[in-house]
């Protein structure tokens, strides 16, 4: 398990699994994933979405990727703590799963500053080469800069994922101080995780998080 170099703010569990932990400690399936940008709070039944939260202790949450970026997040509301777990491939990113998620916490009475925040392994700019229009729909948020993108060794376009959500974490007001993000990349990182671009197409690690 890979967890978050940064201290929570609060008693918390989290973490990003490997290839090599048991699925046995990892949290129940509760989303049906659709690169989206629903985000809705956990319950027992397995619902479509791509974003979790709960304020419920002993509620594990998570998301399944393969590439895409987990996201975690974990903040102090009025009412108690808040946890949430996000998928965020580029079409999630682009449609703002993170500007929901952060509005979601904001709703409750939370501060954007006072989020503890982590961006889990996943494909990075070196292998994400994208097409000209995932650009183009990138280029439409208001946190996007043109360092987020070069040219790959095949002419085409590559993303930087993790720093364009990083950019829109900034954006958003999160504090870069309370940053635990891994930014490893799951298609060169071959011994440790699953990448659907080399081939892996049904095996997931997890992005998951606990109020204890």
């Keep these: 398990m890979l967890v978050p170099q940064i201290a929570p703010p609060f008693p918390l569990?989290?973490?990003?699994?490997?290839k090599h932990d048991d699925p046995k400690d990892l949290p129940p399936v509760r989303l049906s994933q659709v690169h989206g940008c629903g985000i809705v709070e956990a319950a027992e039944a397995v619902v479509e979405g791509d974003g979790l939260w709960t304020v419920r202790a002993g509620v594990p949450i998570g998301v399944r990727v393969a590439d895409c970026v987990p996201i975690l997040l974990a903040g102090m509301t009025?009412?108690?703590?808040w946890i949430s777990a996000l998928h965020a491939g580029w079409r999630g990113a682009v449609a703002g799963i993170l500007r929901l998620g952060v509005a979601r916490f904001v709703?409750?009475?939370g501060d954007s500053s006072e989020l503890v925040?982590?961006?889990?392994?996943a494909i990075q700019r070196c292998h994400f080469e994208v097409g000209p229009e995932v650009i183009e729909a990138a280029a439409q948020d208001p946190a996007w800069?043109?360092?987020l993108v070069s040219?790959?060794?095949r002419g085409r376009p590559h993303l930087d994922l993790h720093g364009f959500l990083g950019a829109q974490a900034m954006d958003l007001g999160l504090d870069p101080a309370k940053d635990g993000s891994l930014p490893l990349c799951t298609v060169c990182q071959e011994h440790l995780l699953w990448s659907y671009r080399r081939g892996d197409h049904s095996e997931r690690q997890w992005g998951w998080i606990e109020l204890p």
């Design 13 to 18: 569990r989290w973490g990003f699994s490997t």
């Design 78 to 81: 009025p009412e108690g703590p």
């Design 107 to 109: 709703e409750l009475g």
């Design 117 to 121: 925040w982590a961006l889990g392994p």
């Design 145 to 147: 800069h043109e360092f």
């Design 151 to 153: 040219e790959g060794p």
